[in-house]
C-alpha cells in the first residue's frame, strides 16, 4: 500500500467515525458564528494529529509481523466484548 493509498484510507476512515460529532462543530459554528473557520480548522486539527500516525504505521507495517499483530488485536477484542456482554466496565 503506497503512503497516498493509506492516507485516502485513514482519511475516509477518520470522516466517517467524526461524522457523529458533528453535533459539536455545529455547536462550534454557532457559538463563534464562522462556519468556514470552524471547519477548517477541525480540518486542520484532524490532519495534523493523524497524517503523521498514517506515514509512521506505513513504515511500521512493513517492520513488524502483520500476522501476530491481527491475532493479538482479535483476542483483545473478543476479551472486550466478552467483558461487554458480560457487564463488566472498564
Do not use: C, W
Not at 7 to 31: N, Y
Not at 41 to 68: C, E, S, W, Y
Request: hydrophobic content about 60%; charged content about 10%; proline content about 2%.
Amino acid at each position: 500500500m503506497s503512503n497516498l493509498e493509506a492516507f485516502l484510507i485513514s482519511t475516509r476512515i477518520v470522516a466517517l467515525a467524526e461524522m457523529g460529532d458533528k453535533t459539536q462543530l455545529l455547536s462550534l459554528a454557532a457559538q463563534y458564528q464562522a462556519l468556514v473557520a470552524v471547519v477548517a480548522g477541525t480540518t486542520l486539527g484532524m490532519m495534523l494529529a493523524n497524517v503523521p500516525a498514517v506515514f509512521i504505521g506505513d513504515q511500521l507495517a512493513h517492520r513488524l509481523p502483520i500476522k501476530l499483530i491481527h491475532g493479538v488485536a482479535a483476542a483483545i477484542f473478543a476479551v472486550l466484548g466478552i467483558l461487554a456482554l458480560s457487564g463488566v466496565g472498564l
